[in-house]
């Protein structure tokens, strides 16, 4: 089975801080994405890496970076918080672009 | 452009109700790949089916279908006898290259609520 892990189910840090998401794939896949969560908007498009140092701009790249050192791992930064980065964010990855996409379990951030 | 519209925003039901899940889609490619994924309480999304645009076939899994209508662009999907696990809240997704996006779209979901 695909797993997906994600570093924390819950986070709360402080409007300013700089914060690290991590996310850890174990099947070999090329594609990893952040995704960010809110009610009423579904799933929006943060970046997507298709290769190790590769990167793409999503829907909502501001405010974000991304890193990709090695294949398995994926890490979505925070430069600096701020109160409307407060959300639920989703990893995921897949073989190909075109294929089903498996989701980690989510980390909910609060920046107060 | 691309785009998925789930206009249900909510669904209430009661247990054992067939219950259907609408997803329209806006694309300019004629290569496509749809998708519906579940997300329960817990939070983890689940894949539930892939379909190309190729394939108008219906699906059927167990109480699951889903209904591709190309002719007007709609993925729907039934659960039929609808249980309280299936309590969830399901996106439709769309992955498609016109404008050269190369990640799912997703719409806004459909949050069910299965009454015992």
């Known amino acids: 089975d695909v797993k997906v892990t994600q570093s924390s189910r819950y986070l709360v840090k402080r409007t300013g801080e700089k914060v690290f998401l991590e996310c850890v794939q174990d099947?070999?896949?090329?594609?990893m994405f952040w995704y960010r969560q809110d009610p009423g908007l579904g799933l929006r498009l943060i970046y997507f890496?298709?290769?190790?140092?590769?990167?793409e701009k999503g829907d909502i790249p501001e405010g974000y970076s991304v890193s990709r050192e090695k294949k398995e791992r994926f890490s979505l930064i925070l430069e600096s918080a701020s109160t409307n980065q407060t959300s639920m964010y989703l990893c995921?990855?897949?073989?190909?672009?075109?294929?089903?996409?498996?989701f980690g379990p989510g980390t909910r951030l609060t920046v107060t | 452009a691309q785009k998925v519209t789930q206009a249900q925003t909510e669904i209430s039901v009661v247990e054992k109700e067939d219950v259907t899940l609408d997803c329209v889609y806006e694309?300019?490619?004629?290569?496509?790949?749809l998708f519906w994924y579940k997300q329960p309480p817990s939070g983890e999304l689940v894949f539930l089916i892939r379909?190309?645009?190729?394939?108008?076939q219906n699906e059927i899994s167990g109480r699951y279908s889903w209904n591709f209508q190309k002719s007007t662009s709609s993925f729907n999907f039934t659960i039929t006898a609808s249980q309280v696990v299936d309590s969830a809240v399901y996106f439709c997704?769309?992955?498609?290259?016109?404008?050269?996006?190369?990640?799912?779209?997703f719409g806004s979901g459909t949050r069910l609520q299965v009454q015992p």
């Open positions: 995921a990855s897949s073989l190909l672009v075109r294929d089903e996409q498996y």
């Open positions: 099947m070999d896949h090329e594609n």
């Open positions: 890496s298709y290769d190790v140092k590769m990167k």
């Open positions: 694309t300019r490619d004629t290569t496509y790949y």
């Open positions: 379909r190309n645009s190729f394939d108008e």
């Open positions: 997704a769309l992955s498609a290259t016109d404008t050269g996006r190369r990640a799912l779209t």
